[in-house]
């Protein structure tokens, strides 16, 4: 059964995204708010050690330590995986990546009121490419997204140029020349899909609204599943809050703390 019309595939093609509206349903996405309502109370120290990967960072209005996102998280809770496994969800995508898929990572991106935004980048600039070439990333919306609180922005088109910037590095100077990014707006429950080429950004939250979003990234089922290699690897160089030595110092990725620079 085909869930994507050829319009579909055909602007995927040649825009590096597609939005897929209402893809869930109210009732599903109640079940998966109140898990994620649930890890939004945890303290850093409510964390178990080897489970979830619960991140941080400095809010800008209250300057205090507040939970920016959670990864791996369909282990622990069905709401979530019951997304991220739904027969829905994986027809959007075995659609738009010719084949059967399978999950490379998950994570719940919380951005509240006075959260920082994302600089312009690539996912697969985070060395992606390392386990498969290909991903498709699913992000379902829990709020509705939009520019007064921080939705994210692409710049159609240009994952044809596959890798532009340089490993872990944000996008800049002459990497940019020719994007023109464009908000997505979205309202609750709908479906962004967009490659690991795409180029995207979000800017801070200074609305008074939070922007909840479940994000899931595939690959190709061909390529195996890199899953747990990949949460290995990340836990070790980039360790959740919670397992990071006392006295470290604070570590974020390279695109993160984006404060909208021209």
Known sequence: MSYLSKDD???FEKDGYLIKRNLFSESELLDAEKTIEELSSRKIEDWEIGKEMAYYETNLKNKLRVLTRVEKTIEYHESISKIANSKKLHGCLNDLLGEDCVLFKDKINYKRPGGTGWAPHQDVQARWDYFASYFMNALITIDANDIDNGCLYVAPGHHKRKLIGKYDEKLSGNDLNGMN???L?????DTIFFDGFLPHKSDNNLGTRSRRNIYLTYN??????KRNE???KK?????PDNER???SEIKDCYAHNYFGEK
């Open 9 to 11: 595939l055909i602007n």
């Open 181 to 183: 990014f464009v908000p």
């Open 185 to 189: 707006i979205a309202a609750r429950g």
């Open 220 to 225: 190709r089922l061909s390529e195996g599943n």
């Open 230 to 232: 990949y949460i290995s």
């Open 235 to 239: 836990r070790q160089s980039f360790p």
């Open 245 to 247: 030595k006392p006295g």
